[in-house]
């Protein structure tokens, strides 16, 4: 069993080392940090979707009923509603974590390299 061969590379090789590997480098940087700002945005979505889930247990505080009247409990407002801000909060966490998730999903997806 000897030792490998080590030839001396060509200027080819050199020149192929030189651009490809800084560039193998990069994807793997790339992968990574995409990945984790993929992940950052699915946190972000259920975090803003458990505080829109957990914003009417707020409804039977004492500022609430003297606002929407006495019948006011936790999940009832009373005389009160809801505004559009709090749908549209709702509707673009969820379209976050879809949106975060479908796209995590795609992301670590090797490019397709055609020959021209």
Same mark, same amino acid.
């Given at each position: /069993?000897?030792?490998?061969?080590?030839?001396? !590379?060509?200027?080819?090789?050199?020149?192929? /080392?030189?651009?490809?590997?800084?560039?193998? =480098?990069? /994807?793997?940087?790339?992968?990574?940090?995409?990945?984790?700002?993929? !992940?950052?945005?699915?946190?972000?979505?259920? !975090?803003?979707?458990? @505080? =829109?889930?957990?914003?009417?247990?707020?409804?039977?505080?004492?500022?609430?009923?003297? %606002?929407?009247?006495?019948?006011?409990?936790?999940?009832?407002?009373?005389? =009160?509603?809801?505004?559009?801000?709090?749908?549209? %909060? @709702?509707?673009?966490?969820?379209?976050? /974590?879809? !949106? =975060? %998730?479908?796209?995590?999903?795609?992301? @670590?997806?090797?490019?397709?390299?055609?020959?021209?």
């Amino acid at each position: /069993m000897g030792l490998p061969n080590l030839a001396p !590379l060509g200027r080819e090789d050199e020149a192929f /080392m030189l651009v490809h590997l800084p560039e193998s =480098c990069r /994807m793997q940087v790339w992968h990574r940090s995409v990945l984790l700002s993929q !992940l950052i945005c699915i946190v972000s979505g259920l !975090l803003i979707g458990s @505080g =829109c889930a957990l914003y009417p247990l707020g409804w039977d505080s004492e500022e609430v009923r003297q %606002t929407c009247g006495y019948i006011s409990g936790q999940f009832d407002l009373g005389k =009160c509603e809801i505004g559009w801000a709090y749908y549209c %909060t @709702g509707a673009g966490a969820a379209a976050a /974590m879809l !949106l =975060c %998730t479908w796209l995590a999903c795609f992301s @670590g997806k090797k490019q397709k390299h055609y020959p021209y």
